[in-house]
């Protein structure tokens, strides 16, 4: 297969095109600037921003996995950072949608990242993708990012909405920037540690990706998350038990709210359950399900 990706360069897209380029397949990064790509893989230009997108390279392409945007954070979100997460995710993937229904031929299949932050937060209710969207910034940002897609699915091209957890690898993401600390015992619970969290291992994360590739049957939402969500004081001590450290430091809320603002809320002490119903319902198998094999997996 040939498969083009935006994002490229972010956790998920290295991880992707790494196990693609093992595969044998081609990969076609879209980037902003050329550079010299590795064997196997080759590159066009975009600009998310001018809306400019060199369709050339895409028409042999066999489906396009569009991961780009702006990092969340952890960082405190004021209006201008507000505003760049969400042009870079909104107006890049209706830049690249557009784009692509505006080839003779466009590439018959799309995954557009999207993120479970969709439902905002759950409490005691676990989400599926037939769950409304919720409350919240991110919740705002989702909803319009997968909406920035429609002139692709107008043009027939098969769209899915990579509806990501928190994505665990020891490369990066939450697990990564925490890992230095937990090393050293100083890793404890955010808040009471009571909030759910829904992620998955970077290992199904890819490997649910691929599944979606080649199954383009499987439109619209998709969940990408772990079976199970776990609470923060579960996912505390399962790292505590992965690294053989203790964990029974606590970063208070206020402190966290305080240094981080809406972040704090939204992202880090947001409660949020969410099943992978779709993933499940067509058959694919995780290879992670639960968080202990994962995280030994991972570390």
């Known amino acids: 297969m040939r498969i083009a990706i935006t994002g490229a360069s972010g956790l998920v897209g290295t991880a992707l095109r790494r196990s693609l380029a093992v595969d044998g397949h081609t990969v076609v990064r879209l980037v902003r600037h050329t550079s010299t790509s590795p064997p196997g893989h080759e590159e066009a230009y975009w600009d998310p921003v001018g809306g400019e997108v060199e369709t050339d390279a895409l028409r042999a392409v066999d489906a396009v996995v569009h991961l780009a945007g702006a990092p969340l954070g952890p960082a405190r979100w004021t209006p201008e950072y507000k505003q760049q997460i969400y042009d870079s995710r909104v107006n890049g993937t209706r830049a690249l949608c557009r784009a692509l229904a505006d080839m003779d031929k466009p590439p018959p299949r799309l995954l557009s990242a999207s993120a479970i932050g969709y439902y905002g937060e759950t409490g005691s209710t676990v989400a599926d993708e037939d769950s409304p969207h919720g409350d919240g910034f991110l919740a705002e940002v989702a909803s319009a990012w997968e909406a920035a897609a429609t002139a692709a699915e107008e043009a027939g091209i098969s769209v899915a909405y990579l509806r990501s957890g928190v994505v665990l690898s020891s490369e990066g ?98 409660d949020q359950r969410v099943r992978p119903r779709r993933l499940l319902e067509a058959d694919y198998a995780f290879r992670h399900p639960e968080l202990d094999q994962a995280l030994a997996d991972i570390l």
């Open 173 to 270: 993401g939450l697990l990564g920037k925490v890992l230095p600390l937990f090393r050293m015992g100083l890793g404890g619970r955010l808040g009471d540690g009571r909030q759910h969290m829904s992620w998955i291992s970077v290992a199904d994360e890819v490997g649910a990706i691929r599944f979606l590739l080649e199954h383009p049957e499987l439109t619209g939402p998709v969940n990408l998350c772990a079976p199970e969500p776990v609470s923060n004081a579960e996912y505390t001590a399962a790292l505590g038990r992965a690294l053989r450290r203790p964990t029974f430091l606590t970063v208070p809320a206020f402190a966290m709210r305080s240094a981080l603002g809406e972040f704090a809320d939204e992202a880090a002490l947001v």
